[in-house]
């Protein structure tokens, strides 16, 4: 008789499961006589050992072992049998009560995928970001490439000011006593990059070679040393140097110092300006994609598998004590991170995870290989040797792999876009750029 599925609640199902004890002692019988054929047991040939030994050391490893296969087994029939996709892994409980005998009962809990509804795709309200280039975004990124290249020339009665590299000697002490990393000597930083905590940079401002100065400084309750973070300490400073900076002129010298072999200051700017296009295409192409998910999420509202949103959420765990050890933070493997910081949001995850997928299957959305080599060659561009770049990508089937899947969203995002309410929204190149 077929074990009938109970459904718990939402998506959790529960089935009873019983094997045959009788089935399961002969297979460990079986196995314990092939283990018997070659197992060596101290004072006996190879082989000749009896089989009563042979269970007590081997009998209840290979019984745990089948009981776990004759489950197993069991339970796939019933799950393919009632034609249900498991999420996760099931969970097994032996049962003593009402169990027949000879037999053996076990209750598996388990969650399945559920019933995706896509929803009505016109009726989303999406947002779909559009910028242009100009001529003062390129001036400007020019300008930023010049100041990357600076030299700096030391002026004697210059007051300090942003873009400036000062060279200054510091002592900083906690409570009259000095720490770990709070003194130095000539040492150099370019004004207004944000290297230096903030407190720090205001104070150097407006400072001559020559000048010494004393204030507090209170550091960041997050800062990376655990020492002085959430103190205040005392800093004196004395500025050796300040050093103006010089950029290099727009030439054929300055051309070819930004791989322009020709030294063609017209090509270069030409290169800058194509280069900018494809950043500001991708993240534009970002941006209305984040519209995109954002409406497919707010439109559903089906039931996702806890079991999968506790991976995910395991998952950004660990890769956020990886981000830690990248930073330097000490400590990073036992720094507490709850887990239930991440569940909301790998909530969505799984949910538009499931939605996208049902939208591939229902709409034909999957990735073509003429658009997988097409973005592969695109994003090719941003490298001095393209054709190596596209070789590279189309022969490790992982790194195709992860355009495919890039491609795919693409598709989803332009399905979409075909069938929802649409406006179209400019959006300003520094607010793109993330620069403002």
């Known amino acids: 008789m077929q074990p009938e599925v109970e459904i718990l609640s939402g998506l959790e199902r529960r089935v009873d499961l019983a094997i045959s004890i009788a089935d399961i002692e002969k297979q460990v019988q079986a196995q314990l006589k092939r283990v018997a054929r070659t197992a060596k047991v101290q004072g006996f040939r190879p082989g000749k050992a009896p089989l009563s030994m042979i269970e007590r050391s081997h009998g209840p490893g290979i019984r745990y072992d089948v009981i776990n296969a004759e ?40 969650e399945v995928y559920p019933e995706v509804q896509v929803p009505d795709l016109s009726a989303l309200e999406v947002k779909r970001a559009k910028a242009d280039v100009t001529d003062a975004d390129v001036q400007r990124t ?20 942003d873009d400036d590299r000062v060279t200054l000697d510091f002592v900083g002490t906690i409570d009259g006593v000095a720490f770990e990393g709070g003194t130095a000597e000539k040492f150099p ?53 300040v050093a103006e900076a010089v950029l290099p002129e727009v030439n054929a010298e300055f051309a070819k110092s930004l791989g322009q072999a020709e030294g063609d200051v017209e090509k270069l700017l030409a290169d800058i300006r194509a280069n ?18 954002d409406a497919l999420a707010a439109a559903s509202t089906f039931d996702v598998p806890k079991a999968l949103v506790e991976n995910d959420a395991q998952g950004r765990v660990v890769a956020a004590r990886e981000e830690l050890k990248q930073r330097g933070v000490p400590n990073a493997d036992s720094v507490p991170i709850p887990v239930e910081a991440f569940t909301a949001e790998s909530e969505r995850r799984v949910r538009l995870g499931l939605l996208v997928s049902e939208l591939v299957q229902t709409a034909d959305l999957q990735a073509k290989p003429e658009q997988v080599r097409a973005r592969i060659e695109e994003f090719a561009q941003n490298y001095e040797q393209p054709a190596q770049v596209v070789a590279y990508y189309l022969s490790d089937r992982q790194r195709r792999a992860e355009i495919e899947a890039i491609v795919l969203e693409d598709n989803v995002v332009a399905h979409v876009i075909a069938n929802a309410k649409v406006t179209d929204e400019d959006v300003a190149f520094d607010e793109l750029m993330g620069t403002n």
């Open 71 to 110: 489950v197993g087994r069991t339970l796939d029939k019933v799950i393919e049998q009632a034609k249900l996709r498991v999420a996760g892994t099931p969970n097994l409980e032996p049962k003593s009560e009402g169990v027949d005998e000879g037999t053996m009962a076990f209750s598996a809990t388990f």
């Open 189 to 241: 930083f370019v004004l207004g990059q944000g290297r230096m905590l903030p407190e720090f940079e205001t104070a150097v401002r407006g400072l001559k070679a020559g000048d010494t100065k004393t204030f507090p400084l209170t550091f960041p309750e997050e800062y990376g040393s655990k020492e002085v973070a959430g103190k205040t300490a005392e800093f004196n400073i004395t500025v050796t140097e």
């Open 142 to 161: 020019l300008d930023i490439l010049r100041k990357q290249r600076a030299a700096y020339e030391p002026r004697e009665d210059r007051a300090a000011e």
């Open 276 to 293: 900018i296009e494809r950043e500001i295409k991708s993240r534009v192409q970002a941006r209305t994609k984040g519209s995109v998910m």
